[in-house]
């Protein structure tokens, strides 16, 4: 491929990345447990990533331009998975927040956030579904990339490319983000501020699960 078209899906890409979304906020709430919960989620993302180049080197975009119900599918079960997500996350955290003090001061000495904790797998399965179920993902992937992919090249080795360089980043993104939040969490050490930024990602979640929900519907 030119490295024309490398450098200009990059430029797309890193402000994909770098714009706060679902993933960005699904690795937080799971980096406030435990910094290799994050990773997890985010190596989750990667997977369906590469799924997603996958299905754009394969032409699947033709398909959903002659069928756009399953866009529309796609965007109204993966906003249902946010909201899921993060309603789950708030009734959690709202208990939490009435636990006795006693029990609170038991768990100071930890970095992350009483009661929940998640296992790797349970992290990995997060990530691939948030991602699977991201419009913006399919939209970006289906419709912006194919325009990057030179005329007569092989069009899945090259949809596979881009999708690694977009993994890339934003893999390094969501690193350096799980690694922040795993910073303040030790520099606090405080099961109320903990608490207080479940609540704060988990809201976010819920909230994009909604807007993803109403735009499905418009």
């Known amino acids: 491929m030119p490295s024309s078209s490398l450098l200009g899906f990059a430029g797309v890409a890193l402000v994909v990345v770098l714009a706060p979304g679902p993933d960005t906020f699904l690795a937080l709430r799971y980096a406030l447990n435990r910094?290799?919960?994050?990773?997890?989620?985010?190596?989750?993302?990667?997977?369906?990533?590469?799924?997603?180049a996958a299905l754009a080197g394969l032409g699947v975009a033709a398909l959903l331009q002659t069928y756009p119900a399953i866009h529309q599918v796609i965007a109204?079960?993966?906003g249902a998975y946010l909201l899921y997500l993060g309603?789950?996350?708030?009734?959690?955290?709202k208990f939490l927040a009435g636990a006795t003090a006693a029990t609170a001061r038991t768990?100071?000495?930890?970095?992350?956030v009483p009661g929940t904790e998640y296992t790797i797998l349970q992290s990995i399965r997060a990530g691939i579904i948030s991602s699977a179920l991201n419009p913006?993902?399919?939209l970006l992937f289906l419709a912006l990339m194919p325009p990057f992919i030179p005329a007569g090249s092989n069009m899945l080795g090259s949809a596979m490319a881009l999708g690694a360089i977009f993994?890339?980043?934003?893999?390094?993104?969501?690193?350096v983000l799980t690694a922040i939040a795993a910073r303040a969490?030790?520099?606090?050490?405080?099961?109320?501020v903990g608490i207080w930024l479940e609540r704060v990602s988990s809201a976010a979640l819920a909230i994009m699960g909604v807007v993803v929900l109403i735009g499905a519907f418009l």
């Open 35 to 52: 910094p290799r919960n994050g990773i997890a989620a985010a190596l989750g993302m990667m997977v369906s990533i590469m799924g997603w």
């Open 76 to 78: 109204i079960v993966g």
């Open 87 to 93: 309603l789950g996350s708030l009734i959690k955290a």
């Open 107 to 112: 768990t100071t000495r930890s970095a992350t």
């Open 136 to 138: 913006k993902l399919g």
């Open 167 to 175: 993994a890339a980043m934003g893999f390094a993104y969501l690193a």
């Open 185 to 192: 969490m030790a520099w606090f050490k405080s099961p109320t």
